[in-house]
């Protein structure tokens, strides 16, 4: 398993919450995950309805078992001064060059600059060890950019060290590119079962796969149970109307004959059966789809209720039987 | 809200929002003013922005008005369809419009990189533009860091606007994580372009590299050398390399993100804000109301996609989960009593959910079906005890099932809705009903489109 998890995926899939979910699963069984967020929205904070984020490491969820997940926000200024502070102890050139502004130039429009911050960040959590050596945090999650952008997020380091032929950007640059690039990094693509996200999910694989960078799973997100198998679903479109009416009355729900309660439900009922039909169709092709890009899919739940903080656990709960089986197959 | 109010919404979902505490955002009288100008698509990523930025460009088309869309990243069929899925930049006309109101659509892809380099063509003189486009410092600038998306969308636009071919500019805004992000990179990037600090790093350059650097200061010189430590002697020669070489287009990039500034301010321009009825897009959406206000940009509403409806409303979703168990019972056991469903105790369909949160309209209309029910006993009671096939019992289960599935997302929708409602009662809203699949062609963008327009 590797330590680095970088969730990306379409947007509107729910790429953060499943990017929570999966820091919450890593962390059971008295494990320390960190969950990052690059992108500045303080969207971890609103799925654990807590304040916003600091530019600090907090605990923010305890898992079962006594697992612990932190959060942190990364801002790409405070990582830009931590790093000068870091590498070269520029106090008051550091402040210098805040008040010029090449601060928020070098973080905004710098080609580059802000992402290999944000990666260069979340890499030193991944490489911290503690007085004994041991890793500070088990797993790191990141809640990375779509997957439009995750290959040039991913990849910026290597344009970065071209640009920068040599000196300490250069170097760190490289350094952070040897994590990403190695087994200790997987990157994982959330989608749904449309047609949208599966193609974008399988052109973001494929990019991945040039930059060789390591691709990780595909995570259905939100999938919904099939409620009726193929052949009630062909029934239901056939002449069984009658019938199904005097069911619904023998189920309590009015009378059957024509103009009767339940008589009345059998066309909208036979109508969302049949678009259900229809989608089920779509998912059977986008299943396909996604069968052929070759990596190991998880499915999640779609939480009928919307998504709360009980839901996230449910979440987890679903992606933890999963490793958990994935273990399981390794081992044997 | 009375349960009465609340009742007209759900059996409205599918058709014309009926609730009148909410005033419905009607979009052909929008599309058919020749004083609309401009109408900018905004809203999260995946809520079906460019989709409906294109059903919009259609139906405007067909209703008699020359209008342009500008898509920025159309999924490949939608952009097949409408015949701009090659990159050129420029706005193609597109085939299988009924033009026989008057009207022509044109459409185009944003390229970015290629729009920045007109900007540069355009601004420069030759052999300049030339030293500024093969400057690898301007390459990986132009290729897309985060800002120069939003700012190329909004070039386009604005050239579009000045080529004044077209009465109708539709635009799609970049799949930013916030929708915010539009409005603020362009601004953001024209003042560094502009800024002080590009002049710094100007400055040895100008002066003749190194040997100008004697007549700086020393908190000047510490800083070039800070950075010239810190990105590498080279990097920075190319970074100043390319200032120098844009210095006469600085003023240029300002002037034109505050043209385009005051041209979103303008009162031909429509902002449309777009969202689907879930927890993220709506928030992102009430963002968005607030800030085109605070920005004085002209709001014409939201356009909510992916709205469920349901042809039964009447039958909330915990009657039909316990009238599914009811049957699924008498599949296996050919129970006798069908009445005796116990209820709310069936929690197989949907494990997630197992207790729908049935609302005040819901368990009105029960309480209400049952009365009238308990009028006509015969009717229950004849009926409700006859013989039911296995095969349909459970058939009819499934259909329940689904059934009950569908009034939780209803009432999910519904809720989401509210609070966005809450906030903004002043915003004009349209609904477009959920479709199965994806629209990738012009007959599913017409489809869209009387949706949009509850046609």
Redesign the interface.
């Given at each position: 398993m590797s330590r680095l998890q970088v969730v990306s995926g379409k947007g509107g899939t729910g790429k953060t919450t499943v990017a929570a979910a999966l820091a919450l699963a890593l962390a059971t069984e008295g494990k320390r995950t960190l969950l990052v967020e690059v992108e500045g929205r303080q969207g971890i904070a609103q799925l654990f309805e807590t304040e916003a984020l600091p530019y600090e490491e907090r605990k923010i969820a305890v898992a079962s078992g006594g697992g612990e997940v932190y959060a942190l926000a990364i801002d790409a200024e405070r990582a830009l001064l931590d790093y000068l502070q870091m590498f070269y102890k520029l106090g008051s050139a550091g402040r210098a060059l805040k008040k010029l502004g090449a601060i928020d130039f070098a973080t905004t429009i710098a080609p580059g600059l802000r992402d290999v911050l944000l990666t260069g960040k979340a890499c030193e959590a991944v490489r911290r060890r503690d007085k004994k050596g041991a890793y500070v945090y088990d797993y790191v999650v990141m809640d990375a950019p779509p997957t439009g952008r995750i290959t040039k997020f991913l990849n910026v380091n290597d344009e970065v060290a071209g640009l920068a032929k040599f000196g300490p950007i250069h170097n760190q640059a490289q350094a952070v590119m040897r994590v990403l690039k190695s087994p200790e990094t997987a990157v994982h693509f959330v989608t749904l079962l449309e047609e949208m996200p599966v193609q974008e999910t399988a052109d973001g694989v494929a990019e991945l796969r040039a930059a060789e960078l390591p691709v990780g799973k595909v995570l259905v997100n939100m999938v919904r149970p099939q409620l009726l198998d193929e052949e009630a679903l062909r029934a239901a479109a056939g002449e069984r109307r009658t019938a199904v009416a005097q069911a619904l009355s023998a189920a309590g729900l009015g009378g059957a004959r024509r103009g009767g309660h339940a008589e009345r439900l059998v066309d909208p009922l036979l109508e969302q059966a049949a678009e259900h039909a229809q989608r089920v169709e779509l998912e059977r092709e986008q299943r396909e789809a996604l069968a052929g890009i070759g990596l190991d899919t998880y499915e999640l739940p779609m939480l009928g209720e919307g998504l709360d903080l009980a839901g996230l656990y449910r979440l987890a709960a679903a992606l933890r039987t999963h490793l958990g089986a994935d273990r399981a197959q390794g081992a044997a | 809200m009375s349960s009465q109010e609340r009742r007209a919404r759900e059996t409205g979902l599918d058709t014309v929002p009926v609730l009148d505490t909410v005033p419905v955002l009607d979009v052909d009288p929008l599309l058919d003013d020749p004083a609309t100008r401009i109408i900018v698509c905004c809203g999260?990523?995946?809520?079906g922005k460019t989709t409906t930025a294109a059903a919009l460009g259609v139906r405007a088309a067909e209703r008699g008005r020359r209008a342009v869309v500008l898509t920025i990243?159309p999924?490949?069929?939608l952009a097949q369809s409408m015949g701009i899925d090659s990159l050129d930049n420029v706005p193609r006309r597109v085939k299988g419009i009924d033009e026989g109101a008057g009207g022509e659509l044109h459409a185009m892809m944003l390229d970015m990189k290629r729009t920045f380099d007109e900007v540069v063509e355009a601004n420069a003189a030759p052999d300049r533009a030339r030293a500024i486009l093969e400057n690898?410092?301007y390459q990986?600038?132009s290729?897309?860091?985060?800002?120069t998306q939003e700012y190329m969308a909004m070039e386009k636009l604005g050239q579009l606007r000045a080529r004044d071919e077209w009465d109708l500019i539709v635009v799609d805004t970049p799949?930013s994580?916030?929708a915010l992000d539009f409005l603020d990179a362009p601004k953001?990037?024209g003042s560094?372009?502009d800024?002080?600090?590009?002049r710094?790093l100007m400055a040895p350059a100008k002066v003749g590299g190194r040997a100008g650097m004697k007549f700086l200061n020393v908190?000047m010189s510490?800083?070039t050398g800070?950075?010239s430590?810190?990105?590498?002697?080279?990097?920075l020669r190319?970074?100043q390399t390319f200032v120098a070489a844009m210095d006469t287009m600085f003023g240029g990039f300002r002037t034109r993100a505050d043209a385009t500034y005051r041209l979103l301010q303008a009162p031909g321009t429509a902002f449309l804000v777009v969202a689907?009825p879930?927890?993220?897009?709506l928030?992102e959406a009430a963002y968005f109301v607030e800030r085109l206000a605070a920005e004085e940009m002209p709001l014409a509403g939201l356009v909510l996609n992916r709205v469920h409806g349901?042809?039964?409303p009447q039958?909330s979703a915990e009657?039909a989960l316990a009238?599914?168990e009811?049957?699924g019972q008498?599949g296996i056991v050919d129970q006798g009593d069908?009445?005796a469903?116990p209820r709310g105790s069936s929690t197989a369909?949907?494990?997630?959910?197992p207790r729908t949160?049935a609302r005040g309209g819901a368990e009105d209309t029960r309480t209400e079906?049952t009365q009238?029910?308990g009028t006509?006993p015969e009717?229950?009671h004849a009926?409700?005890?006859?013989e039911?096939?296995d095969?349909?019992?459970?058939?009819?289960a499934?259909?329940?099932?689904?059934?009950a599935?569908?009034m939780?997302?209803l009432a999910?929708e519904q809720?989401?809705r509210d609070r966005f409602t809450a906030l903004h009662p002043e915003v004009a809203v349209t609904e477009v009903a959920a479709l199965?699949?994806?629209v990738h062609d012009l007959a599913g963008l017409r489809d869209i489109g009387e949706r949009l327009s509850h046609r």
């Amino acid at each position: 398993m590797s330590r680095l998890q970088v969730v990306s995926g379409k947007g509107g899939t729910g790429k953060t919450t499943v990017a929570a979910a999966l820091a919450l699963a890593l962390a059971t069984e008295g494990k320390r995950t960190l969950l990052v967020e690059v992108e500045g929205r303080q969207g971890i904070a609103q799925l654990f309805e807590t304040e916003a984020l600091p530019y600090e490491e907090r605990k923010i969820a305890v898992a079962s078992g006594g697992g612990e997940v932190y959060a942190l926000a990364i801002d790409a200024e405070r990582a830009l001064l931590d790093y000068l502070q870091m590498f070269y102890k520029l106090g008051s050139a550091g402040r210098a060059l805040k008040k010029l502004g090449a601060i928020d130039f070098a973080t905004t429009i710098a080609p580059g600059l802000r992402d290999v911050l944000l990666t260069g960040k979340a890499c030193e959590a991944v490489r911290r060890r503690d007085k004994k050596g041991a890793y500070v945090y088990d797993y790191v999650v990141m809640d990375a950019p779509p997957t439009g952008r995750i290959t040039k997020f991913l990849n910026v380091n290597d344009e970065v060290a071209g640009l920068a032929k040599f000196g300490p950007i250069h170097n760190q640059a490289q350094a952070v590119m040897r994590v990403l690039k190695s087994p200790e990094t997987a990157v994982h693509f959330v989608t749904l079962l449309e047609e949208m996200p599966v193609q974008e999910t399988a052109d973001g694989v494929a990019e991945l796969r040039a930059a060789e960078l390591p691709v990780g799973k595909v995570l259905v997100n939100m999938v919904r149970p099939q409620l009726l198998d193929e052949e009630a679903l062909r029934a239901a479109a056939g002449e069984r109307r009658t019938a199904v009416a005097q069911a619904l009355s023998a189920a309590g729900l009015g009378g059957a004959r024509r103009g009767g309660h339940a008589e009345r439900l059998v066309d909208p009922l036979l109508e969302q059966a049949a678009e259900h039909a229809q989608r089920v169709e779509l998912e059977r092709e986008q299943r396909e789809a996604l069968a052929g890009i070759g990596l190991d899919t998880y499915e999640l739940p779609m939480l009928g209720e919307g998504l709360d903080l009980a839901g996230l656990y449910r979440l987890a709960a679903a992606l933890r039987t999963h490793l958990g089986a994935d273990r399981a197959q390794g081992a044997a | 809200m009375s349960s009465q109010e609340r009742r007209a919404r759900e059996t409205g979902l599918d058709t014309v929002p009926v609730l009148d505490t909410v005033p419905v955002l009607d979009v052909d009288p929008l599309l058919d003013d020749p004083a609309t100008r401009i109408i900018v698509c905004c809203g999260s990523g995946g809520v079906g922005k460019t989709t409906t930025a294109a059903a919009l460009g259609v139906r405007a088309a067909e209703r008699g008005r020359r209008a342009v869309v500008l898509t920025i990243d159309p999924a490949r069929r939608l952009a097949q369809s409408m015949g701009i899925d090659s990159l050129d930049n420029v706005p193609r006309r597109v085939k299988g419009i009924d033009e026989g109101a008057g009207g022509e659509l044109h459409a185009m892809m944003l390229d970015m990189k290629r729009t920045f380099d007109e900007v540069v063509e355009a601004n420069a003189a030759p052999d300049r533009a030339r030293a500024i486009l093969e400057n690898p410092f301007y390459q990986s600038l132009s290729a897309g860091f985060a800002g120069t998306q939003e700012y190329m969308a909004m070039e386009k636009l604005g050239q579009l606007r000045a080529r004044d071919e077209w009465d109708l500019i539709v635009v799609d805004t970049p799949p930013s994580r916030s929708a915010l992000d539009f409005l603020d990179a362009p601004k953001r990037l024209g003042s560094f372009l502009d800024g002080k600090f590009i002049r710094v790093l100007m400055a040895p350059a100008k002066v003749g590299g190194r040997a100008g650097m004697k007549f700086l200061n020393v908190g000047m010189s510490m800083m070039t050398g800070t950075l010239s430590k810190l990105m590498g002697g080279q990097l920075l020669r190319d970074v100043q390399t390319f200032v120098a070489a844009m210095d006469t287009m600085f003023g240029g990039f300002r002037t034109r993100a505050d043209a385009t500034y005051r041209l979103l301010q303008a009162p031909g321009t429509a902002f449309l804000v777009v969202a689907a009825p879930e927890r993220d897009a709506l928030r992102e959406a009430a963002y968005f109301v607030e800030r085109l206000a605070a920005e004085e940009m002209p709001l014409a509403g939201l356009v909510l996609n992916r709205v469920h409806g349901s042809g039964a409303p009447q039958l909330s979703a915990e009657r039909a989960l316990a009238a599914a168990e009811n049957l699924g019972q008498r599949g296996i056991v050919d129970q006798g009593d069908g009445n005796a469903g116990p209820r709310g105790s069936s929690t197989a369909a949907s494990p997630e959910t197992p207790r729908t949160t049935a609302r005040g309209g819901a368990e009105d209309t029960r309480t209400e079906d049952t009365q009238s029910e308990g009028t006509q006993p015969e009717d229950t009671h004849a009926e409700g005890d006859g013989e039911v096939a296995d095969d349909v019992a459970q058939l009819t289960a499934g259909l329940l099932r689904l059934h009950a599935e569908r009034m939780q997302v209803l009432a999910r929708e519904q809720r989401t809705r509210d609070r966005f409602t809450a906030l903004h009662p002043e915003v004009a809203v349209t609904e477009v009903a959920a479709l199965p699949g994806d629209v990738h062609d012009l007959a599913g963008l017409r489809d869209i489109g009387e949706r949009l327009s509850h046609r």
